[in-house]
């Protein structure tokens, strides 16, 4: 039976809507805290990756050694055509693994905001079907350049890359598609200063997800969906 193996960074940010998809597939998973000291996961003894997001910076790995041994196990998976998925920081993992560069953006881009489908998400195995913009959460401060040889799939008015598939498996998404309500109410608690230091006013954050998540539920069972499907099909 396929299995998935999903590296969290932070204990607000889990899989939310991706584990709701994984259920439906009847895919067994599980949750690895590498921060807590365990033996890194044998990627080849598993089906599938998912790399979820978190506070950590990509374009400073010496802060955080625990980027390194990931970027190491984001390889591993690519090398052995393993089904990957990148959410937000994990996008920006899994991009640098790859070979992308990954910096810091000009601003923090934060907030619910219109995201926009490229020509080539429409036609995307995963994404098709979608409409071509939708309100989803964004929340990163760092960005990356398309990975070579990925496919732009969505990009914001303020970051090109907000979207890529590299080969047929390999999803990175810089926003949050998998967001649910309590997952929402608990990043802004864990990250009220930041969002304060960005002038967005946190209760207005949370006033706003009440309706765009309800807005956006099906576009994210639609995707996580299919890259579960991708997971069975492949194992």
Not at 69 to 91: N, Y
Not at 119 to 142: I, N, R
Not at 199 to 204: A, K, N, S
């Amino acid at each position: 039976m396929p299995r998935v193996i999903a590296l969290q960074h932070h204990e607000c940010e889990t899989l939310g809507a991706i584990s709701d998809a994984l259920r439906r597939a009847g895919i067994p998973f599980m949750h690895r805290m590498l921060s807590e000291g365990f033996p890194d996961p044998d990627v080849a003894a598993w089906d599938g990756l998912i790399v979820l997001g978190g506070p950590y910076s990509v374009c400073r790995p010496e802060r955080h050694p625990v980027l390194l041994r990931e970027l190491a196990l984001i390889r591993q998976a690519l090398a052995l055509g393993r089904p990957v998925l990148g959410i937000c920081l994990g996008s920006q993992l899994v991009a640098a693994a790859i070979g992308a560069s990954v910096r810091r953006a000009e601003a923090p881009e934060i907030g619910w905001l219109p995201v926009r489908l490229e020509a080539a998400g429409k036609e995307d195995p995963v994404f098709q079907g979608l409409p071509d913009s939708f309100v989803t959460c964004v929340w990163h401060s760092d960005v990356f350049d398309l990975p070579p040889g990925a496919v732009s799939l969505a990009r914001s008015r303020m970051t090109p890359s907000q979207a890529y598939r590299y080969g047929p498996n390999v999803y990175g998404l810089l926003f949050h598609l998998e967001m649910k309500p309590d997952m929402v109410a608990a990043c802004v608690g864990a990250f009220e200063p930041g969002l304060r230091r960005a002038g967005i006013d946190p209760d207005e954050c949370l006033i706003e997800a009440q309706s765009h998540l309800n807005a956006i539920e099906s576009a994210a069972a639609a995707v996580f969906d299919r890259w579960a499907a991708l997971v069975k099909d492949s194992a």
